[in-house]
């Protein structure tokens, strides 16, 4: 089958497409046959060798964890899922090797739901690692209802799902960006804030009581004010940034792959609470030029490749 490799650690110019064998599976996994992958900025920091010792990779390697296509093989003991349905994935496996960028990958079915029904598979595999990202994170955080929630990275992958979320559960939030995507930010459900000099001083005037919760999507200097922010009793939960948790007492996020909490996201796609942005579409055979423009940054939403 076709797939996306690397044989050595690099910029996105060592990735070829290669001939790979096909995925085997074992009785609680699934071969599904590909339809569009979503890229992260995980997989190309694995790709440079940053995460060795965090995940191991073996080389060569197919990049890629987000997945939406149809199950062509259900394993022995897959209840869950037939041949035909349509699934979508955050299909993280305990080593990088057999990803996702390939015509077909091995899927375990604790990191899989069926793809919602009202979007495109594009749509679908663009939702997975970022959409679980923000989930997560903001039940960790507590955002409910009432809740005051500073959103660092609002415009970005995961940043569009949390605004979303946070809006739909209720919360107050108030999303950081750049100026240029302030209407996009508040057409998601949040006022906006533009980051860079200043920050402190505008958030504060936004809400002078503080805010409950801190969610950073973005990392950087993003907490370096937070306990000029944070409200009595407030939390801090962060993706990018380990202070959140070692200097603030609140939660560093490493993703887990989660089949219901997945679903969920399925539901409120489906029911139109949350919208999938996609920042740009490419074939299996531009996968890298696609890497390329997510690692020049600044993407609003997703870029997905299409197999």
């Known amino acids: 089958m076709r797939a996306i490799t690397y044989d050595q650690f690099g910029s996105a110019d060592v990735l070829e497409m290669s001939e790979a064998p096909e995925p085997h599976i ?3 996994a699934m071969v599904v046959e590909v339809h569009a992958v979503g890229l992260n900025p995980v997989d190309y920091k694995i790709r440079e060798g940053y995460l060795e010792g965090l995940i191991d990779t073996h080389l060569p390697a197919i990049p890629g ?10 394993g022995l003991d897959t209840p869950e899922f037939a041949v035909g349905d349509e699934v979508f994935a955050y299909a993280r496996a305990d080593v990088v090797s057999g990803g996702t960028l390939a015509e077909r990958v091995a899927v375990p ?12 598979h594009a ?3 663009a939702v997975p690692l970022a959409g679980l990202t923000a989930l997560q994170t903001l039940r960790r955080a507590g955002v409910t209802r009432g ?8 415009s970005g992958g995961v940043g569009t799902f949390g605004v979303q979320i946070a809006h739909h559960l209720g919360a107050d939030v108030v999303g950081t960006a750049s100026h240029g995507n302030h209407d996009y930010v508040c057409n ?12 402190l001083e505008r958030a504060i005037e936004a809400r002078p009581h503080g805010y409950d919760a801190i969610v950073d999507f973005a990392g950087g200097e993003s907490l370096d004010d937070t306990l000029s922010l944070l409200a009595p009793d407030g939390v801090v ?29 399925g539901r409120l796609i489906d029911e139109g609470h949350v919208r999938v942005e996609l920042a740009g579409r ?7 030029e696609a890497y390329r423009e997510l690692e020049r940054g600044h993407v609003r939403g997703k870029i997905v490749v299409t197999v």
Do not use: M
């Not at 964890?65 to 259900?74: A, T």
């Not at 079915?109 to 495109?120: C, L, N």
């Open 282 to 288: 490419y074939p299996l055979a531009e996968a890298g």
């Open 109 to 120: 079915v604790r990191t899989a739901a069926h793809k919602p029904k009202s979007i495109s």
């Open 237 to 265: 939960a962060s993706i990018a940034d380990p202070r959140a948790a070692t200097e603030f007492g609140g939660h560093y996020i490493w993703v887990r792959p989660d089949a219901a909490d997945l679903a969920e996201l």
């Open 65 to 74: 964890w987000d997945v939406s296509g149809v199950v062509v093989q259900p």
């Open 26 to 28: 074992g009785p609680d």
């Open 123 to 125: 749509q679908a595999a």
């Open 147 to 154: 809740t005051t929630v500073l959103i660092h990275g609002a």
């Open 188 to 199: 998601l459900g949040a006022s906006h804030l533009q980051y860079g000099d200043g920050l």
